[in-house]
């Protein structure tokens, strides 16, 4: 298991670089990436969030199975995607992130998305989705842009979170999984 990245590290604000075939330890990285997921229960993980900058996310729907066919095992990877559009109504949901743990706010997002990507066998895609699978898409890609859902939440709600939010960058938060803090910064002296 792969610790996760905590609210406040940069790495989670950093624009990710899209890899190679060669990148080493590919194929390792992707499987630790699923049990990491599973094991915290996220529906998704971006690569920043386990301390890579890289191009790179895993979905899978499949607890949403039961209620909605579509997500019904829908397990993917997602290298070097590009959204090319995102369309229809927009939405409001309410978003979790494994590296905001205990905060959930609504985001309002368009309900498709059309993506292009490479899968862990380097096969080319291009597809359309629409629903719970487009949002968690959605919110995936986001990390590559160095972009949180809180960004997306209204100021007033960001304001209730504040103080929150300060608590899970200093550490202060209590979860299930192991999570990397952003490093403190040092108080310059003058001296
Ligand atoms: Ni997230």
């Not at 792969?2 to 990710?16: D, F, N, T």
């Not at 499987?31 to 899978?60: C, K, W």
């Not at 499949?62 to 927009?90: H, M, Q, R, T, W």
Request: glycine share 6%; hydrophobic share 35%.
């Amino acid at each position: 298991m792969l610790p996760i990245v905590a609210y406040g590290h940069p790495v989670l604000r950093k624009i990710s670089r899209e890899i190679g075939r060669d990148h080493p330890g590919l194929q390792d990285l992707i499987h630790n990436m699923f049990e990491t997921m599973y094991e915290s229960v996220g529906v998704g993980l971006a690569a920043p969030q386990v301390n890579r900058s890289i191009r790179l996310f895993i979905v899978d729907a499949s607890a949403y199975g039961d209620k909605i066919p579509e997500a019904a095992g829908f397990k993917k990877v997602f290298i070097n995607p590009e959204i090319l559009e995102e369309s229809g109504e927009e939405h409001s949901i309410d978003e979790g992130c494994l590296s905001i743990p205990h905060i959930r706010e609504d985001v309002t997002r368009q309900e498709k998305v059309r993506i292009k990507y490479y899968d862990e066998h380097w096969a080319f895609h291009e597809e359309q989705y629409g629903g719970i699978v487009a949002r968690i898409i959605q919110h995936e890609y986001d990390h590559l842009e160095g972009i949180l859902f809180t960004d997306k939440i209204s100021s007033l709600r960001k304001t209730l979170i504040r103080k929150k939010l300060h608590d899970i960058t200093k550490g202060k938060v209590n979860t299930d999984y192991k999570m990397i803090f952003a490093p403190r910064r040092k108080k310059l002296s003058n001296a």
